[in-house]
């Protein structure tokens, strides 16, 4: 059975190899440092284990890199549940300096409350448990937070897609109190199109 690789911890493991390689410390020298075995150290490189944090910070201080592999460990758990084809999307959104979304359907991924992306998921996935669903709204929270200094936030959005319960009214309510306030602060545009909206088109051939 061929071994299951993980991509989103491929590059840890890879930053792993370079600097234990640069070092010249062997897999089982460097699991005695941090307090793991040769076989977690050489899974960890191949990108078919996850490491804990504990690793990363035992991997900082094993290399004296000041934090390196901690910080890369956070920013690739944020990622672990990113689904894989979206991954390089994710990289590109984070170095950004202008961001356009048009959405018919639902309120933009980046600003959904956690109440609102939570019930929105709990329903389009339905074979994921409660702590998976978590994981996701957790990722998905984290996507406003970790874009590039002030890039250009514009949002097209159908009034369908404000006016669409999901979840309950509270969930809604909180929704649309979260959109206020990003707009007040400045920080996003927003234009909705009205669902009576004249067909521009159809204007023009007549």
Not at 63 to 82: E, K
Not at 136 to 151: E, Y
Request: charged share 30%.
């Amino acid at each position: 059975m061929a071994e299951r690789s993980y991509p989103t911890w491929r590059r840890f493991g890879s930053e792993l190899r370079n600097r234990r390689t640069l070092a010249g410390i062997s897999q089982g020298k460097l699991g005695k440092k941090v307090n793991t075995s040769t076989a977690m150290i050489s899974a960890v490189e191949r990108g078919t284990r996850a490491p804990k944090r504990e690793i990363a910070e035992s991997l900082d201080t094993a290399f004296s890199t000041g934090g390196t592999f901690t910080r890369l460990w956070i920013d690739l758990a944020a990622q672990q549940d990113v689904p894989e084809w979206f991954i390089d999307a994710l990289h590109l959104e984070r170095e950004a300096v202008e961001i356009r979304e048009y959405q018919m359907t639902l309120v933009p991924g980046l600003l959904q409350t956690p109440e609102y992306a939570r019930s929105m998921m709990r329903h389009g996935r339905p074979w994921d448990d409660a702590e998976a669903i978590d994981r996701l709204v957790d990722s998905r929270m984290a996507r406003l937070a970790k874009l590039g200094t002030n890039p250009l936030l514009w949002f097209v959005v159908d009034e369908c897609a404000i006016r669409r319960l999901v979840g309950d009214r509270e969930v809604m309510r909180c929704q649309l109190a979260r959109l206020i306030n990003l707009l007040e602060d400045g920080k996003v545009r927003i234009q909705v199109i009205p669902q009576h909206a004249p067909n521009i088109r159809a204007c023009q051939v007549q």
